[in-house]
């Protein structure tokens, strides 16, 4: 009887103390499991400050004629659609018939004619500015991209060993936001296996023969750190056997996250934050075979390309963007299509890639995105085509601000803080 009470007693204890263990793990879970050390980030939010161009560092001594050229692109565009479309995601920046008077005056300039000053009236008498800000927050980092050269052949022979693909017909994107509100923006990219759908092929995949024998090749490079890089670029020209050169850009990605591979070489010690470049990036993956496939596949994201054509009318015209224009040297600039809408002119001070101590201040139009330009203060300036450019793209990461032109016939404060990014 006594041992009975005994245990019995025992296992009381027991049983207090592992309901006070329990209650303290519980109390401590996010302590233990690190998660108060983690907060979630928070959300990014685009905010429009009014501005003056009084106010515009370099406003004054920029040639905007080509920023015009490139609106001008861009308007083209914005006019084939119906007045009541918006022009992008932020209702903020209004509609199709909000753009239409300023894009038709665009359209009718005759840029070869116009004067520097004129070109900065236009936009003076038009056009009102609003200073980015990613939750008022108005720093935000600028990069640069270029349009590369590759050699190349449509047959696989030599040295032309490495493919360029075509988008696959087996690839299926899901915009998550036709079925909540709470996925606006965000999508899903796979591959249907049987009544599943799949992750699409990662790029270690892709590389080991994921797509061999479907005919997706659209052209043989001889390089396969160019067509690494021309998969960031998202176009570029590939000169062929015969001297003719074909034109491609992007048509798809695989839809898995990008990842920039110079932070993994600077965690393998390979490089520094300081020495880390386009160029460096580019020397070392010449400089190591033996581990470049390895350092390249940390980067899942894989990009399909489709053949462009050239406008015989448009000498000057780049290759194209995500808006379906061609961009312009020096003044087309990715953004992250969740806050901008393209067409948009926007101002952007910053510092000269080559020399922090030179001001970059330039009028540029937001006509393409990319998978790395994330966030409402972030731009991507296209630097154009040749080793110049791929020089000023590589060197290109600096801090700065942007500003975005409206027609002053919009006015962004009206709208209630609930219907804002």
């Not at 920039?260 to 993956?285: H, M, N, Y």
Request: with cysteine; aromatic share 10%; glycine share 8%.
């Amino acid at each position: 009887m006594k041992r009975r009470l005994v245990l019995s007693r025992s296992l009381s204890i027991i049983s207090v103390l592992f309901g006070a263990l329990a209650a303290l793990v519980w109390m401590f879970w996010p302590q233990l499991t690190g998660q108060i050390e983690t907060p979630p980030k928070a959300e990014d939010k685009l905010t429009l400050r009014p501005a003056s161009f009084a106010t515009l560092d370099g406003w004054q001594s920029d040639d905007m004629r080509p920023a015009i050229r490139a609106f001008a692109r861009s308007c083209k565009a914005m006019l084939r659609r119906d007045d009541g479309k918006p022009v992008g995601p932020d209702p903020r920046m209004g509609t199709i018939g909000d753009w239409r008077k300023v894009c038709e005056m665009a359209v009718s300039i005759d840029i070869d004619a116009m004067r520097k000053e004129d070109a900065r009236a236009f936009f003076e008498s038009d056009f009102k500015p609003y200073l980015s800000g990613n939750d008022n927050k108005a720093e935000g980092l600028f990069t640069g991209y270029y349009e590369p050269e590759l050699r190349g052949s449509l047959t696989r022979e030599g040295a032309y060993q490495t493919a360029i693909y075509l988008k696959p017909d087996d690839m299926v994107s899901v915009d998550l936001g036709d079925f909540s509100d709470e996925f606006k923006g965000k999508k899903l990219v796979g591959r249907l296996t049987g009544s599943s759908l799949k992750p699409y092929y990662d790029r270690a995949e892709i590389e080991k023969g994921a797509l061999s024998g479907r005919d997706l090749e659209m052209v043989w490079v001889d390089d396969a750190v160019d067509a690494f890089f021309l998969q960031i670029q998202g176009s570029g020209r590939v000169v062929l056997p015969d001297s003719s050169v074909l034109r491609i850009g992007y048509a798809a990605t695989n839809g898995h996250p990008y990842f920039a591979i110079g932070r993994e070489l600077i965690d393998r010690g390979a490089l520094t934050r300081e020495t880390v470049s386009l160029q460096t990036i580019r020397k070392w993956l010449h400089d190591n075979p033996d581990q470049a496939d390895d350092v390249m596949n940390t980067n899942a994201s894989f990009v399909f390309f489709r053949p462009l054509k050239s406008d015989p009318t448009d000498p000057t015209a780049g290759p194209l963007g995500s808006q379906g224009v061609a961009l312009e040297t020096g003044r087309s600039l990715a953004v992250d299509r969740r806050f901008h809408a393209m067409g948009v002119p926007v101002w952007i001070e910053t510092r000269d890639p080559m020399n922090e101590d030179r001001s970059f201040n330039r009028l540029m139009v937001a006509q393409d995105t990319g998978g790395a330009i994330r966030g409402p203060v972030r731009g991507d300036i296209f630097f154009g085509p040749g080793e110049d450019a791929a020089l000023f793209a590589g060197h290109m990461n600096r801090k700065g601000q942007k500003f975005v032109l409206l027609p002053a016939t919009i006015d962004p404060q009206s709208w209630p803080k609930d219907e804002m990014q």
